[in-house]
């Protein structure tokens, strides 16, 4: 009983050793490599946006960019 009982700690301290060790770091560089790549994701799709509304706003023709002109014959 006493054998058993020794060897299930010891079971249980080498399982718990190996997720600490190896399960839980990699799950945390998972979980902030998601985290950075949906910030950059983010990030691109503002960048985007600003550059379509920049295009919008350039592409109509100002009035100040017109001479009005009589032909003259």
Known sequence: M???????TIVAI????F????ILP??????????????????????NQKVEAKKTTSARPNKSDYIDYEEIK
């Open 2 to 8: 006493n054998i058993s009982m020794i060897i299930w």
């Open 14 to 17: 080498l399982i718990f050793r």
């Open 19 to 22: 997720l600490t060790k190896y």
């Open 26 to 47: 990699v799950l945390r560089i998972t979980k902030m490599t998601s985290e950075r790549l949906r910030q950059m994701q983010e990030q691109m799709n503002d960048m």
